[in-house]
């Protein structure tokens, strides 16, 4: 990997059973495998199609490879975790979405009416706990903030630490953040969207699982305004390299330090508890900063 500018070393060799990165077993419980990864455009419809699991009654990660039969469901890049939610999290979901949610229509949004005001847009895909998204609009009142999240303890988190800190420049969203951006996201209407430590499906025969794919790059290139900024960390350094090939090899980005160089941590992405359980583990982590052009 070329030199960096930032003092990270590269990450360690991972052991398959290595807890952090191994990816959980592909169930069909509640239908829910995971994100959808976009990867083409017809010329009638510029938006990127998505490609499909294969049709069949298996559910194992070896029988969801198999490429012999007619494309049925949609490849997903995330698995939706059933984690256990606190008594707080769970009223934070049923007091305050009302509020702060945004139900899925798969209709266009009119933004400045989401938020009653049009200051300019940032979204972030997979936030967790919410840490990072919370800081940043605490800091940033001036921009508007759209988190999404799947995870449903994540998500009362936030809604919780929003409600008491009185965020009015906060929405969350608990659906597929490819569909999302897709149907409800109108072209140019982001200044900034934010990927920070997608699941690096670290098996070779689960890399089409990935979100960073050429597909989802041009669709993020068309809901950013030119010059937007696409800002996408991680502490795998083989997902790094993959960034690195899809972003540079893209038509609608620039790197801003130059083709596959990654940035020091910018002052608003904070140090999550996540990150800084890796960086003890001596994981490295890449920032990866991509003008839209």
């Known amino acids: 990997m070329p030199e960096r500018p930032h003092p990270n070393p590269p990450l360690a060799a991972r052991r398959e059973g290595d807890q952090k990165v191994r990816p959980l077993p592909l169930r069909a419980a509640q ?3 995971g994100r959808g990864l976009l990867v083409g455009a017809s010329k009638s419809d510029p938006t990127p199609t998505l490609p499909l699991l294969r ?6 990660e070896d029988a969801m490879d198999m490429d012999d039969t007619p494309p049925r469901r949609e490849i997903k890049s995330f698995v939706k975790r059933i984690g256990r939610m606190t008594e707080g999290q769970k009223r934070a979901i049923t007091d305050l979405w009302p509020r702060y949610g945004l139900d899925y229509t798969g209709a266009p949004r009119d933004l400045a009416s989401v ?3 049009p200051n300019p847009v940032v979204l972030e895909i997979g936030f967790g706990n919410g840490e990072a998204l919370f800081a940043a609009a605490q ?3 001036a921009r508007n903030y759209i988190g999404i999240e799947v995870h449903e303890p994540g ?3 936030l809604l919780k630490q929003a409600d008491d800190a009185g965020l009015g420049n906060l929405r969350v969203s608990r659906h ?3 569909e999302v951006l897709r149907n409800e996201i109108t072209p140019a209407a982001l200044v900034e969207l934010r ?3 997608p699941d690096p499906w670290h098996k070779a025969r689960h890399h089409k699982r990935r979100i960073v794919q050429p597909g989802f790059v041009e669709l993020v290139a068309s809901r950013l305004q030119p010059g937007g900024l696409f800002h996408l960390a991680t502490d795998w350094e083989a997902y790094a390299e993959h960034m690195f090939d899809v972003l540079d090899a893209s038509a609608s980005f620039r790197n ?3 083709p596959r160089q990654s940035a020091p941590r910018p002052d608003w992405r904070i140090e999550t508890h996540f990150q800084k359980r890796g960086e003890r583990l001596g994981h490295g982590v890449w920032d990866l900063l991509y003008r839209r052009c």
């Open 115 to 117: 938020f009653g005001n």
């Open 256 to 258: 801003e330090l130059g």
């Open 31 to 33: 239908g829910e495998v």
């Open 55 to 60: 049709k069949g009654r298996e559910t194992s």
């Open 195 to 197: 990927l920070y430590f």
């Open 139 to 141: 800091s940033d009142p």
């Open 155 to 157: 998500v009362g988190r």
């Open 176 to 178: 597929d953040a490819v």
